[in-house]
Every structure is written in structure tokens, then in C-alpha cells.
């Protein structure tokens, strides 16, 4: 199926992840009591001071503890005390290392942890924390000997990214829900730049109820990673739901990435791409409005004998009908902009719910498809959908509903059982057939012309247009008549279907008796009683557009069961004829399968109202030449 790309003017919410580094907080050096106390055995002391950085929303720094290794080994532990100012001072031996960690208490003991297992200390999931990374500060400094004159500072560095949302540019912007995906489940505390093997990732989620604007921050915190790591938002826009997608290459500790939710005004082309992230610039993430809006099978509820080609969009439908649910996916809620073949047999009504799932954002509509009428033919509906920040439509779904296995459309009258239409040719579908929606006579009424059928010379299948002239006229398809006219190379009638005989015509319409006027009532051949209506539909044929045709037929109903089975009077042409004029209008012949007895000359029937039109017709049995033109009604074998 091709699908033509577009570019369409629009208003879409667009996102925008601004990260910067966190600026280190300013070294501090003031002179007082050490909270440290002195070490015994004589070892050289050096003073250092700590600062470090209070996580959002909270008031103070989280439990800090200090690691000092000598040789290799841990030599002490110890907590530490900061003051209002976030800063704290130890005295450490001289010649040793420093590890400082805050926000996470790791199991060692003194004597006996070495230092090479502890640089490899990693943090994960925390029970505190289920829905985020822990937030964790750590440092290490290197001690050297007495020699080193002054106090030593070392500056906490997180541990984690944060991750915040900012959606205070535009009040019609609210945030129902934030999702991050594929974080990293474990950090290391100290080895920055390396990262643990074991691949484990997890998943974040805040929802916001009720929906909320403005800016969040602090919303997750997120282990480093080289690897993607993709933040999905699900807002509403001025009450539409949108789904907006972003994928950061990789995670820094010690960064602020910010989501900023803008409405960007502009006009885009209908395929995104999101451009890489690099140091000190920006990623823009959209609705991904480049993957089409396609059909959830999750989400749809189909009837037995409706089937879905999901990847191309294709709804088919039996003939029976069907009621059901479409769901449609997409990075927003969809629209229907309109409808293409779109009958009264089809009802499409949108249902105000929309949901999302890992799939987009779905919407539904409700489908009601009507049964098939017999002798109605398969036919095709285009549901053109949109989304509702687009200004035209760029994608659609194809109903396809099956022809009426009754496929030609047949009445039971005079003990045989009859076309609905004259004939045009073997092929079914050369044949007329009601519209969907409609019914036989609507067809007679709306479509006079294409009712009418054909013409044939008896015994042979070549297919004349009754509105246009031909010279020569005789046997343009090059056959000989077939007699008696029976065989499939020559008949003029679908598979299954052959000419009426004489007797089957008479006893449709009987000759009266004393006279050869078509009465208003009579009883056919089999004894049904039969009312007779002369229709005149009013206006000229639109296949001739000849002042002195008229769209006129016979309408015969039987009385008991209310079928009908209606004749137009669609005229004939003489031998040889090649004029364009059949005179529509003015009377109704009809060829039978058998020749007369005279040579050169086949039986036909006739109900014949004159150029006068009189209010009954004359009903005859009439020889015509062969190469005659007349229609058919073909009955089922």
C-alpha cells in the first residue's frame, strides 16, 4: 500500500532536555574545632574540610561517613557532622586515603576491608527508594605527609543524574504521567567513568493526579550509563492526550537533565528524527507523528469473522456485518477527518474515552456494518484519520466488507426465478447491482440507463450499448448464431443462468385473452395474482439525453408476498439498424431461446405502449429478425 508523505502546518507540543553539569559548591576555608577527633600512636594530622549538597526537597545533607585507608587496609571509619553551612572538617592521619560517602552505609571493618574491594563498592535499588535511584554523594582524597602546609578540601559529587520536568511555558500543558525506561538498576560509588557489567536495568514511573503543570524537579534520580535511556511523558495539550518521546544517548553523574515541555509553533515535515545529544547543547523529542496511526490488536474488539491485516491497516468485514470496536494507536489522540465510501449500510461513531498503553496513546470508534443485501457487491470504505494537532489528515484505514454470496440479485415469479436487471454480458461483474443502502427499485429510479442492459442478437454474446450507433451494425463479435440459443460461448447471462423460453415469458406476462392490453390486475402462469404499475420516472435518460426518451418501467407486483420484479421499457432496434436511437420510453422486448418458424426470424416478447404512451400497454408474442438488438433477462438455470 503506498502511502504518500506530506507536509502539514500544525501547533505541536515539543520537548526539549536541557542538561548542564552541577556546579561544585564553593570551597569553604574557615579556622575551628575539628569534628574529628585526634588519632593515637603518634600519627601526623591534616585537617580537611568537606562541603557537600542538600538533595531537593530535603533540609539536610544525607549520613555521611568517612573510609580512611592505610596501606591498603581500612584504618578507620567514622561519621561525619556538617554545619548550617553544608561544611564539615575531619583531622586525618597523614599518608592515608580518603573515602567519603553520604547517603549510603556500606558494611566494612576496620582492620580488615581492603582498599581494591572497596573501590569497587557498587549501590543499587534501594526499599527507601522503589521508584528511583538512591541519592548518594561520594569523594576520595589522597593524604600526603607533614610536609603539606594548610587545611585539604574536598568537594561531595552526586553520584546519580536528576532528572526534572518543565512545563511552565504554556498553562494548556499538563503532565499526567513521567516514565523512565531502561536506567541502569546498580552504580558504583566511587569509579567514575566505569560502570557495573551485571546489564540489569529497571524502570521509573510518577503519575500526577490530578494533571499538573509548571516545573517538577527532583522527579528521579538515575545511575550513569553509556548505554540509551528513554523518558517517555504522557501530557494533554489543551485537553488532547499526547505522548511525547525522548532517548538520551547516555546518563553523567553529578548532571541536572531538564524536560522542557514547549509548544513550538512551526511547520515539520511528517517524520522526525531525534538528533543526538551532545555536551553543552539540546535534544528535541516529539510525538513520533512519522509512525502511522495503525490498528491495536490488543485493544480492538472484533466479532467472529472480521479479520485484521495489522500491518497494513485492512479491516475485511463478511458479509453477514459486523459491530466492533477499531482502536487506533498513535503518539496522540486521533480524529477521523472524514469518511470515503461511507453508505448508510456503514455507522462509525467515535467513543469519548482514550487510554494509554506501551503501545501510544489509543482512541476508539465504534463500527457498525449492516449485512449484505442479496446481489449486492463488495465494497469499500477509507476512514481517514488524523491527529487533532495536525491541520489534514496522513494516515487511514481500509474497510474492505464481502460481496453478498447471493451475488446476483434474483426474484421468484411464474415459476422461475428471475434477474433483477437486464443482462450485460457473462461476466458478474458487468452486471448492475444496487448500491449499498438501496434497494431494487431506488436502482430503476436513480440509475434508469445502466438497468436497462444491453442489447444482443439473438443466438449471439457480442454486447451492443443501446444509446450508440454502429455502422455496420451487424455481428461486430464475429460469431455465428448458436441455435438453439443455449450454449455458454453465445449467452449473454452469468454462470448458472440461461434465456427464458417462450413459455416461461407467457406465463410471466400472459397474452389477454379477447384482447392484447396489459390489464392493471392479472394472474400469471402459476396463478399469482399480479398488480401492473407504468413508472415514469420524469425526466430524460441520462445516457442519451434525447428529448423524446423517457426513464419509464413496468412494475410487477405479486400481491401475495410483495416481491416485485420490474421490466424497463428499454426498447429494441431494428435488423441491421445503425442509428443511436432504441426509443427508451415507449415499450419492452424481450428475446426468448427459440427460433420462430420462419427463417432468419427468433421469438420475442413485447408489451408495446406506443409513441402515444397509452394507459395499458400491448401485450404481444412477437417474431424478430435475428440480427435484431434487444435485451435479455436472463433466468437461473
Given at each position: 500500500m503506498t502511502r504518500v508523505k506530506s507536509i502539514f502546518p500544525f501547533a505541536i507540543l515539543t520537548m526539549m532536555l536541557l542538561f548542564e553539569s552541577c556546579t561544585r559548591m564553593e570551597e569553604v576555608s574557615e579556622n575551628g574545632k575539628h569534628d574529628s577527633p585526634p588519632y593515637a600512636g603518634g600519627l601526623k594530622q591534616q585537617t580537611v574540610t568537606v562541603n557537600g549538597f542538600v538533595p531537593v526537597n530535603q533540609e539536610q545533607i544525607p549520613a555521611t561517613t568517612a573510609y580512611i585507608f592505610r596501606d591498603g587496609v581500612l584504618y578507620?571509619?567514622?561519621?561525619?557532622?556538617?554545619?548550617?553551612t553544608n561544611t564539615a572538617r575531619l583531622s586525618v592521619p597523614s599518608l592515608s586515603r580518603l573515602y567519603l560517602l553520604s547517603g549510603y552505609a556500606a558494611t566494612v571493618q576496620e582492620g580488615a576491608t581492603l582498599e581494591s574491594d572497596f573501590m569497587d563498592l557498587s549501590i543499587g535499588q534501594s526499599s527507601q527508594?522503589?521508584?528511583s535511584a538512591p541519592y548518594f554523594l561520594s569523594s576520595h582524597l589522597e593524604i600526603g605527609d607533614a610536609s603539606q602546609t594548610g587545611n585539604l578540601k574536598v568537594g561531595l559529587k552526586r553520584g546519580v543524574a536528576r532528572i526534572d520536568?518543565?512545563?511552565s511555558s504554556d498553562a494548556k500543558t499538563l503532565i499526567e504521567r513521567v516514565v523512565v525506561e531502561n536506567a541502569p538498576a546498580t552504580g558504583y560509588a566511587f569509579k567514575e567513568g566505569s560502570y557495573p557489567q551485571d546489564g540489569t536495568s529497571c524502570m521509573y514511573s510518577k503519575d500526577f493526579s490530578p494533571a499538573t503543570g509548571g516545573r517538577q524537579e527532583g522527579l528521579f534520580y538515575v545511575y550513569p550509563t553509556p548505554h540509551p535511556v528513554r523518558i517517555t511523558i504522557d501530557a494533554t495539550y489543551d485537553g488532547v492526550p499526547v505522548r511525547l518521546y525522548l532517548k538520551l544517548p547516555g546518563v553523567d553523574r553529578n548532571t541536572i537533565y531538564t524536560a522542557k515541555v514547549l509548544n513550538a509553533g512551526a511547520t515539520l515535515e511528517s517524520t522526525f528524527e531525534i538528533l543526538p545529544w551532545l555536551d553543552g547543547s539540546s535534544v528535541d523529542g516529539n510525538p513520533d507523528l512519522s509512525k502511522r496511526i495503525r490498528l491495536s490488536a490488543a485493544q480492538c474488539t472484533l466479532p467472529a469473522g472480521v479479520t485484521v491485516d495489522y500491518d497494513n491497516g485492512i479491516v475485511n468485514v463478511p458479509e453477514s456485518g459486523a459491530n466492533m470496536t477499531l482502536a487506533f494507536v498513535a503518539a496522540s489522540a486521533v480524529q477521523m477527518s472524514s469518511v470515503?465510501?461511507?453508505?448508510?449500510?456503514?455507522?462509525i461513531r467515535p467513543l469519548p474515552d482514550n487510554i494509554r498503553t506501551d503501545e501510544g496513546v489509543v482512541?476508539?470508534?465504534?463500527?457498525e456494518v449492516a449485512p449484505q443485501g442479496k446481489g449486492s457487491l463488495a465494497y469499500n470504505v477509507m476512514m481517514h484519520m488524523k491527529s487533532p494537532l495536525l491541520t489534514q489528515s496522513y494516515d487511514y484505514v481500509e474497510m474492505r466488507v464481502e460481496k453478498s454470496k447471493n451475488q446476483i440479485e434474483t426474484v421468484r415469479m411464474a415459476g422461475a426465478e428471475w434477474m433483477a436487471f437486464n443482462t450485460w454480458g457473462r461476466e458478474l461483474e458487468d452486471q448492475t447491482y444496487p448500491s449499498a443502502g438501496y434497494d431494487v427499485e431506488h436502482m430503476y429510479r436513480e440509475n434508469w440507463s445502466a438497468c436497462a442492459g444491453g442489447f444482443y442478437q439473438w443466438g449471439r454474446l457480442y454486447t451492443y450499448i443501446p444509446w450508440k450507433g454502429y455502422n455496420p451494425s451487424n455481428n461486430l463479435g464475429g460469431q455465428a448464431q448458436d441455435i438453439p440459443w443455449e450454449h455458454d460461448t453465445h449467452m449473454p447471462c452469468p454462470e448458472g443462468y440461461r434465456l427464458p423460453t417462450v413459455k416461461e415469458l407467457e406465463s410471466l406476462i400472459p397474452i389477454p385473452a379477447g384482447t392484447d392490453r396489459l390489464p392493471d390486475n392479472y394472474t400469471n402462469g402459476v396463478g399469482e395474482p399480479i398488480e401492473v404499475t407504468l413508472?415514469?420516472?420524469g425526466k430524460i435518460p441520462s445516457a442519451t439525453n434525447n428529448p423524446?426518451?423517457?426513464?419509464r418501467y413496468i412494475k410487477l407486483t405479486n400481491q401475495n408476498t410483495g416481491e416485485y420484479?420490474?421490466?424497463?421499457?428499454a426498447g429494441s432496434k431494428g435488423d441491421k439498424v445503425t442509428h443511436n436511437n432504441p426509443e427508451f420510453g415507449l415499450r419492452m422486448v424481450l428475446w426468448s431461446d427459440s427460433e420462430s418458424p420462419t427463417g432468419g426470424y427468433a421469438w420475442s416478447h413485447k408489451v408495446d405502449y406506443g409513441k402515444t404512451i397509452n394507459t395499458s400497454g400491448a401485450v404481444r408474442k412477437e417474431q424478430l429478425q435475428k440480427e435484431a438488438f434487444a435485451p435479455v433477462r436472463c433466468v437461473k438455470k
Open positions: 578507620k571509619e567514622l561519621q561525619v557532622n556538617f554545619d548550617r527508594h522503589p521508584n520536568i518543565d512545563a470515503e465510501g461511507q453508505t448508510p449500510d456503514v455507522v482512541s476508539f470508534f465504534e463500527v413508472v415514469d420516472n423524446n426518451h423517457v426513464e420484479l420490474i421490466l424497463p421499457l
